[in-house]
């Protein structure tokens, strides 16, 4: 098979070229309903599929209700081994790889074919292939629309938030992780795909077409007094060097609010670029692979000096975890807003003989301070709910932004 791409939401140990993912696994997802990425289970990242999140990294992210509850791992040998005996028996290896996933209690683990796989490295570049569906599993097991993107398929279609998905295609959802709805939302441009939902108990079905879709990781806003808002929405390609640049662009009293609410992860090596703009330099995060220790440094050079908040939630996950641990631990921003997801935990692509690809996980990442996020998140400075940016208004004011 080719080879693995070695920039989908994983950090690089330039050592020994080890791809690792700390993206949401939805994020493959984050283009859950559209292609997108919150394959992690974005993860995204986040990061997703024709329908899938971010990073992984598209606008859309499909994310699993709840946080982390552990490091459970699977056997690379004993998958491996389930795949390729599948396979000499005309079986389906990815589907065996599956059950020893599973049965191996690896909550982030995710087996996918090449298809899936190649249309989640095309999420890290902000771009997909679906309808324009986030998707979230709720804690009845059921498949819901968090978002819908404008001008999307889905958009013109009425859909909406809250909608529940029964089915795609005939295949019920319910109960499914988000990351195999992601891969039954994928497809190619053009091709349509069947979606049954519900709406306040009436049933709906709509027939879309699958389109390329598109969105800008980065957008960047004024407000009075001064006060530079630049929103991440996935840490996808480009992610980092769009954050330095709206850094170096502010005029000189500019305080910031780094707004990572709903931000699936990504790319690790763009959350630590974006980590940069406002650190010279230093330590960003440890994480273990296997129990051998490696550390991600920030670049010098960043702004150190103006005020800064960063805005999170329970959406806040992965890469845009360690980016809000980092700044909080090096005491360089306030976090403001709610607790985050808690998802910490490292995982590493391994080629299954069929073609397939195993996502499993080798171990878990650490802020400057030691502190493990998964399962537990980040606990923001100040809590604040609807009320986050008017209250990092008033922090900011506090540190002497605006008039």
Request: aromatic content about 4%; charged content about 20%; some cysteine.
């Amino acid at each position: 098979m080719p080879g693995l791409p070695a920039f989908c939401l994983r950090p690089r140990d330039l050592r020994r070229g080890a791809a690792l993912t700390l993206a949401f696994i939805a994020a493959v997802g984050t283009a859950a309903g559209t292609g997108c990425w919150d394959r992690a289970d974005a993860v995204g990242a986040g990061l997703a599929a024709a329908g899938t999140q971010n990073p992984a990294a598209g606008p859309e992210a499909s994310r699993e209700a709840g946080t982390g509850t552990g490091t459970a791992t699977a056997d690379r040998e004993a998958v491996a081994r389930a795949a390729a005996e599948a396979a000499a028996e005309g079986k389906s290896g990815k589907k065996a790889a599956e059950e020893v996933v599973s049965r191996s209690g690896d909550r982030w683990g995710m087996v996918y074919d090449q298809g899936e796989y190649a249309a989640f490295t095309e999420d890290l570049d902000g771009r997909w292939t679906g309808v324009g569906l986030w998707i979230e599993s709720r804690r009845d097991d059921r498949i819901a629309v968090e978002k819908v993107q404008p001008g999307s398929p889905a958009d013109r279609s009425g859909l909406r938030a809250g909608d529940r998905l029964l089915s795609v295609d005939g295949h019920a959802v319910t109960g499914l992780r988000v990351g195999d709805v992601v891969a039954l939302l994928r497809g190619g441009a053009g091709t349509p795909v069947v979606l049954h939902l519900t709406r306040d108990g009436a049933d709906l079905t709509e027939t879309l077409r699958r389109e390329q879709l598109h969105t800008e990781p980065v957008t960047v806003r004024e407000l009075p007094g001064g006060i530079t808002v630049i929103k991440v929405a996935s840490f996808s390609r480009g992610s980092g060097e769009q954050v330095r640049a709206a850094v170096r662009a502010a005029g000189p009293g500019t305080g910031f609010m780094l707004d990572l609410r709903g931000n699936p992860g990504g790319l690790v090596t763009e959350a630590v670029t974006a980590a940069s703009a406002f650190l010279d330099g230093g330590l960003v995060a440890t994480y273990d692979v296997r129990g051998a220790q490696r550390a991600l440094y920030a670049s010098p050079g960043g702004d150190t000096a103006r005020p800064l908040v960063t805005l999170v939630d329970g959406g806040t996950m992965s890469a845009a975890e360690l980016v809000t641990g980092a700044l909080q631990d090096r005491g360089r921003a306030v976090a403001v807003g709610t607790r985050t997801f808690g998802k910490g935990s490292v995982q590493m692509p391994t080629p299954l003989p069929d073609g397939s690809v195993a996502e499993l996980t080798v171990g878990t990442y650490r802020t400057p301070a030691g502190r493990s996020l998964d399962g537990s998140g980040i606990t923001p400075d100040l809590a604040a709910g609807e009320g986050a940016e008017e209250r990092a208004r008033t922090v900011l004011g506090g540190l002497g932004v605006g008039p």
